[in-house]
């Protein structure tokens, strides 16, 4: 399984982007799709979840810009994300969980967003 995480670039504050991750085709019964992202020298954190059932989470810090959203024809995650901030410079990674509990990760994709 590999999925393919796109979308990424530099964009001012303020702007938005919409990050996607192509390859849930190949997943067997996905539990919950999800984007993740680690800025230099912190950790890796949840950004949002979409589960099976089609309800969504997000990390605090996102709530009211980021969407998530999924696009079963084409077998894409996408997270839309505007009025962004420089503190959402990070690398992003879409993660998809199936119901046996094994997770696929995409390779991230760079947002920075300049002040």
């Known amino acids: 399984v590999q999925l393919q995480a796109f979308g990424g670039g530099l964009v001012q504050a303020g702007g938005s982007l919409r990050l996607s991750c192509a390859g849930l085709?190949?997943?067997?019964?996905?539990?919950?799709m999800g984007w993740y992202r680690q800025a230099p020298g912190k950790q890796r954190e949840w950004v949002a979840v979409?589960?099976?059932?089609?309800?969504?989470k997000y990390v605090d810090s996102v709530k009211g810009r980021f969407t998530i959203s999924r696009d079963n024809a084409k077998n894409t995650v996408y997270l839309q994300m505007n009025a962004l901030k420089p503190e959402d410079t990070a690398i992003y990674y879409c993660?998809?969980?199936?119901?046996?509990?094994?997770?696929?990760w995409g390779q991230g994709t760079q947002v920075t967003v300049s002040s």
């Open positions: 979409l589960t099976s059932d089609d309800s969504t």
């Open positions: 085709g190949s997943i067997f019964r996905i539990s919950s």
């Open positions: 993660n998809v969980d199936d119901t046996r509990g094994l997770g696929y």
